[in-house]
């Protein structure tokens, strides 16, 4: 059974930091490979961050060298931590996973290749 639960969203102002949490079902976290996207007000859904395969992880280009995702084992967690947030990084982020076979480069980002997602949690940066 596929369940994510996400957390840590919140109000920062430009520059702050704040971590999210995904928590899994033990099966999800096993099987699956997962990752971080988010959805602005009138825009797309977009990936942030997300597992190649490999042990790799592919950050969207906004966000590379500020966010880094992380896994924690004994937890069944995924984690995205945020620094420098910019008023460009307020949305609705969600945790979501798929089927583990390998997707190179950007493609881990793609919205399309995902078929499990959290409800999600909102990010607001102010300036």
């Known amino acids: 059974q596929v369940q994510l639960v996400e957390s840590g969203g919140g109000s920062v102002q430009a520059g702050g930091s704040l ?7 033990r099966y999800t976290y096993n099987n699956y490979y997962m990752g971080w996207f988010r959805q602005a007000p009138g825009e797309e859904r977009e990936g942030v961050a997300a597992e190649e395969g490999h042990g790799i992880t ?3 280009r906004s966000v590379e ?3 880094t995702m ?3 084992n ?3 967690t995924l984690y995205l931590q945020m620094n ?6 307020t949305a609705m982020y969600y945790c ?3 089927p583990p076979w390998g997707l190179p480069g950007i493609q881990a980002l793609g919205v399309e290749h995902y078929n499990y997602w959290g409800q999600g949690t909102q990010v ?3 300036s």
């Open 124 to 126: 607001t940066v102010s």
């Open 65 to 67: 060298g500020r966010f």
């Open 58 to 60: 592919n950050y969207a």
């Open 96 to 98: 979501a996973a798929r």
């Open 70 to 72: 992380s896994r924690d």
């Open 84 to 89: 420098s947030l910019n008023s460009e990084d």
């Open 74 to 76: 004994a937890k069944n």
């Open 19 to 25: 971590r999210l949490s995904c928590a899994a079902s």
